[in-house]
C-alpha cells in the first residue's frame, strides 16, 4: 500500500538494477518514501535487501539508475545528503578496543554533533553502568544497543537500517519501534530489513517492498 | 562530446563497432610490421659498428615505444570510465592491460638479447630497460587487482584508480631512474644513438612503430568483443547472437 | 540539535581514535618496529661482515628494509575499520572523507614510521654507516616514509576488501616507491661524501607535498569502491 504525501518524496529510487557476481538481483526497480513513512523491505535471503539499502545509502552504486534525495541526484549532493543520513549496517561500527561511552562518543562527532550528554544517551538504551565498560566485553546485545545509541541523538531525516533488531531482546525491540513511530510522526522516514516480527508497527502502517529471487 | 560518448555505451554498438574496425586494424597492421619487418632485416643497411645485431632494433624500439603508449591508453580509458562512468571504456581499459604487458614484456627481452652481444651481458641496469621493468610491474599490479576483485564492475573501477594512480607516477619514476642511472654508470654505449641513423635504417622502423600500434588496436578490439560478451552474458541480445553463432 | 563540527575538529577526533585504539593494542606498534630491525640485521649475516662493504650498503639496506617494514605495517591500516563497519560510517559521515582518511595515515604514520627514524641510528651504527651520514639518514627517514605512508594507503584501499590482499599490495605498491628509494639512498650517499644533499631532500619534500595533495582523494575514492 502506497501512502500519498502531497510532498516530494525525501528519497527515491529510479530504475535501479543491480548485478552482483554476474547475478541481476532486481531489475528497474522505482519507488518513492516520504516523510512519515515506515517501510520494510522483504524478500528471501539473497534477494538482494542489503544490497538495496546500501544502494540508498549511496555506499554501492547500482548498475545503473539512480537514487534521489529531495529529487537530487545524491552522487551530487553527496555532503547535504549525508547530513540527513543514518545508516546502520549489519555490522554495527563499535571498536571492540574502545568503552561504551568513546564509541558513542566518536561516532557522534564524526557525524558533526557537538553537545550532548553521553551517559544521559547510553541510558536510554539501558547501558547505565557500563559506559566505561570495553565493547569488547559487552554481550551481543549490548553491544547493538551501543550502536543503535545513536538513534536517540540525531537529527537525520532518512533511517536506513539493516536488521535493527537483531541480537535485541522483546523489550528492546518495542522500545525501538516505539522511537521509529515517534520518527515518522516528525517527518522522518524508517527504510529497513528484519526478519522478526514487529508488535506495534503492523501492515496499514508499514509499507512493504518485495524484492522476489529471480533465476534468469 | 557527452553525447556522442554516450551512445557508444551501449554495449551492443560498441561491440558491432568494433567488429567493424577491427579488419582495418588488423590489415594495416600485417601490412605495415611486414613491410616494416622485411625492409629492416633485409634490405636496411647493417650498422658499422654493431653488425647485424643492430637489426634487433626493429622490434625492440616499436615494442618499447608502444609499451608506454599502451599504458597511457589504458589509463585514459579508466579516466573515462570512472568520471563519466561509462561501462565501455572500463571494458577498453580491462582489454588493453594484458597487451601492454606482453609488449613491454616484448621489450624487456629484445633489450636483454640485445644487451648479449652489444655489453657481453643478458642484463645491464640501463635507464631504459630499468624503466620498461618497472613498467611492467605496474601492467601486473593492474591486472592483479583486475583479477582479484569478483564483481568485474568493482574490478574496473579499483584497477582504474590504479592505473592513473601509476600514470601520474610513471614520469616521477622515469626521470628519477635516468637520474639513478646516470649517477651511477656514467656514459656506457648507448643503446640507440637516434641522430646516427640513416634514412633507410629510421624508415622501417617507423613503419614497425606505426604497425606495433595498429597490431595493438586490432589485438585490443578482440579482445574488447569478448570482454563485451562476457560482462552481458544476461543481456537479450548476447543470447540471440551466440544462438546464431552456434546454428552456423 | 548542533551539529557545528569543525574540520580540524573531526580530523582530531579520528587521529585521537586511532592512537587510543593502538595504544590499547601495543603489538601494532612494535611488530613493524622488530620486523625492520631483524631485516637490517640478517643483511650483515648474509653479506659478510667487512665493514667496507656494509658500509657500501648500509643506506640501501635500511631503506629498503624501512620500505618492507611501512608496507607491512599498513596492511592493517583500514582492515580492522573495514571488518567492524566503523569504515562505512566513515564514508557516510558529512565530513570530507580525505580529511578522515588524512587523519588515520597521520596516526598510522605516528604509531610506525616515528619509532622507525628514532630506531635508525642504532642500526646505522650496526652497518657501519659512515659517521656524516646520520643526520641525512635521520632526515630522509622524516620527509621519505610519510610518502610511503600516503602512498601505500592507496594500495591497501584498494585491497582491503579483499580476502588475500596481502601478495597483491606488495605488486600494488612497490613500484611506486622506487623514486624515494632512489632519492633517499643516494642523499645518505652524497652526506657520505661530504657532498650537498638539499636537492634530493628538496625532491622527497616536494614528493611530499604531493602525495598530501592528492593521494587523500585518492584513497577516498579506492575506499568506495572497496566497500561496495
Known sequence: ?216 | MWKWLNSYADPERSYNLAGKLLPWFACLAIALIGVGTTWGMLYAPMDYQQGDSFRIIYIHVPAASMSMAAYMGMATASFIGLVWQIKAADWAAASIAPIGAVITFIALFTGAAWGKPMWGTWWVWDARLTSELVLLFLYLGVIALYASFEDKVLAARAAGILAIVGVINIPIIKYSVDWWSSLHQPATIKITEKSTMTGDMLYPLLINIFGFGMMIGALTLVRFRAEVLARNGMRPWVRELAKTEAAK | MNRGISYTSAFFTLLQRDLKIAIRHRGDIFNPLLFFIIVVTLFPLGIGPEPKILTRVAPGIIWVAALLASMLSLERLFKADYTDGSLEQMLLSPQPLAIMVLAKVLAHWILTGVPLILVSPLLAVLLHLESNSYMALMATLALGTPVLSLLGAIGVALTVGLRKGGVLLTLLILPLYIPVLIFATSAIDAAGMNLPYDGQLAIIGAMLVGCLIMAPFAIGASLRVSTN
Not at chain 1, 40 to 50: C, D, V
Not at chain 1, 123 to 146: D, M
Request: glycine residues 8%; aromatic residues 8%; contains cysteine.
Open chain 1, 1 to 216: 500500500m502506497t501512502k500519498t504525501t502531497p510532498s516530494t518524496p525525501l528519497i527515491s529510487a529510479q530504475n535501479l538494477t543491480c548485478i552482483r557476481e554476474e547475478r541481476l538481483l532486481f531489475d528497474e526497480l522505482s519507488f518513492g518514501i516520504y516523510a512519515g513513512d515506515i517501510v520494510q523491505i522483504e524478500g528471501p535471503n539473497g534477494a538482494g535487501k542489503t544490497s538495496l539499502l546500501r544502494i540508498l545509502a549511496g555506499l554501492s552504486r547500482p548498475y545503473s539508475g539512480d537514487v534521489l534525495y529531495l529529487e537530487q541526484n545524491i552522487t551530487s549532493t553527496r555532503d547535504e545528503f549525508n547530513e540527513n543520513l543514518l545508516y546502520l549496517g549489519h555490522l554495527a561500527g563499535v571498536k571492540s578496543e574502545l568503552t561504551a561511552e568513546e564509541n558513542l562518543n566518536f561516532n557522534l562527532r564524526i557525524s558533526g554533533y557537538d553537545s550532548y550528554q553521553t551517559s544521559d544517551i547510553l541510558a536510554k538504551v539501558n547501558l547505565s553502568g557500563f559506559e566505561e565498560a570495553l565493547a569488547g566485553h559487552l554481550s551481543a546485545g549490548q553491544h547493538r544497543r551501543t550502536a543503535l545509541a545513536r538513534l536517540w541523538h540525531t537529527n537525520c531525516k532518512i533511517w536506513i537500517l539493516d536488521e535493527p533488531f537483531t541480537a535485541i531482546d522483546k523489550k528492546g525491540v518495542e522500545e525501538l519501534e516505539r522511537l521509529f513511530l515517534d520518527h515518522a510522526s516528525h517527518g522522518g522516514c524508517v527504510i529497513m530489513t528484519t526478519h522478526q516480527d514487529m508488535g506495534l508497527i503492523t501492515e496499514p502502517r508499514l509499507r512493504k517492498i518485495k524484492l522476489d529471487y529471480r533465476f534468469i
